[in-house]
């Protein structure tokens, strides 16, 4: 991922893109995709598909991406002659840095996962969830940058980050942020010197045969710290799937909407957050018992100090989903 993003920057620096010739490199491990620069300095893809299976279908023109299909390439690669060939132009429309580097990262995924010679069907497939998750970009996230950094930290830091992405919500609205099926935790975040935390009702009584923990930890802006990109690339540097990598990339950018720029410009203190981070069963965090609640109620959401909560020093369960953390 980062040599891709270096083979960019290095285009970037030579940039030889005219009206009718594009300056391009190979995408590494492909024979057939390209990675180029747009005469105004921005990135795009060239994606060559199985040339029997192309069919005719409209370009997708968005505020922030465009993708034209089957279209005849003259391309330039700087270490050989030039090539002439049909290919689907992937292109970012956007001169901001952050989210240049977040579309590069993600149309490899995308490349990688279709592999060198992908069918016309299954290329049309994964772009349209691209262009989708680029639609979003204008709208509010529904998360801050600071409770899915959290929530990637958790991630990072643990011992099964296979096992975590698989059980990491598919939308940010989900109860739980981590839900295998059986067992469930719940990451809680603050940028204070005190352990208050909001919980919905629901959140501390879950149904009786789960087991939930909470995960508590101080993520506090710093001009020297991790980005929500340092924790991706460190999370990529594990070794997990390509199909993990992929869902990191998309809950990232569905959950933050326009704050998407801000991925690489906002930094925590990544050192604090793990000396910090605690770990508590949620039968023992104070809360309002559901009973309690009349039925014309809902919504119910508090604050709660777990300061002086008893957290745990080790799992002593069988749930695969807390025996992934780094507890």
């Known amino acids: 991922m ?3 993003i270096e083979i960019y920057s290095n285009l970037s620096s030579n940039n030889n893109t005219t009206e009718n010739l594009f300056s391009v490199e190979p995408i590494p491990n492909s024979l057939n995709h390209k990675i180029g620069i747009t005469k105004d300095g921005r990135p ?3 994606v060559r598909c199985t040339p029997e299976n192309e069919v005719n279908v409209l370009d997708n023109n968005l505020e922030l991406i465009s993708v ?5 390439c003259q391309l330039r690669l700087t270490s050989s002659k030039n090539i002439s060939d049909y290919f689907t132009i992937i292109e970012l429309l956007s001169e901001t840095t952050d989210l240049q580097e977040y579309f590069i990262q993600v149309i490899y995924i995308l490349i990688k996962e279709i592999g060198d010679s992908p069918t016309f069907i299954q290329l049309k497939n994964e772009v349209d969830k691209i262009v989708n998750l680029f639609s979003k ?3 509010a996230g529904s998360k801050s940058i600071q409770g899915i950094w959290a929530e990637l930290f958790i991630i990072a830091s643990s011992v099964n980050p296979e096992y975590l992405i698989n059980a990491w919500h598919v939308s940010p609205s989900d109860k739980f942020d981590f839900n295998d099926g059986v067992d469930k935790i719940e990451v809680k975040s603050t940028s204070k010197c005190y352990r208050k935390h909001f919980f919905s009702l629901e959140q ?3 149904n009786s045969s789960s087991h939930l923990l909470i995960a508590s930890l101080y993520a506090v802006q710093s001009g020297v710290g991790k980005s929500i990109m340092d924790l991706v690339e460190l999370i990529n540097k594990k070794s997990i799937s390509i199909e993990s990598s992929k ?3 998309l809950i990232v950018g569905e959950t933050l909407g ?5 991925i690489s410009q906002t930094y925590f203190d990544f050192n604090l957050a793990l ?3 605690k770990f508590y069963e949620s039968e023992c965090i104070p809360k309002i018992e559901a009973a309690s609640i009349p039925n014309e109620i809902t919504n119910v959401k508090f604050e709660c100090d777990i300061s002086y909560c008893q957290s745990l020093k080790t799992v002593n369960t069988n749930s695969k989903l807390h025996q992934a953390l780094s507890l």
């Open 2 to 4: 980062i040599d891709l």
């Open 44 to 46: 795009l893809f060239f």
């Open 68 to 72: 034209k299909f089957n279209r005849k």
């Open 137 to 139: 970009f204008k709208k």
């Open 204 to 206: 501390l009584n879950p």
């Open 247 to 249: 869902k990191i990339h």
């Open 258 to 262: 326009s704050d998407i720029c801000k």
């Open 275 to 277: 000396d910090s981070l």
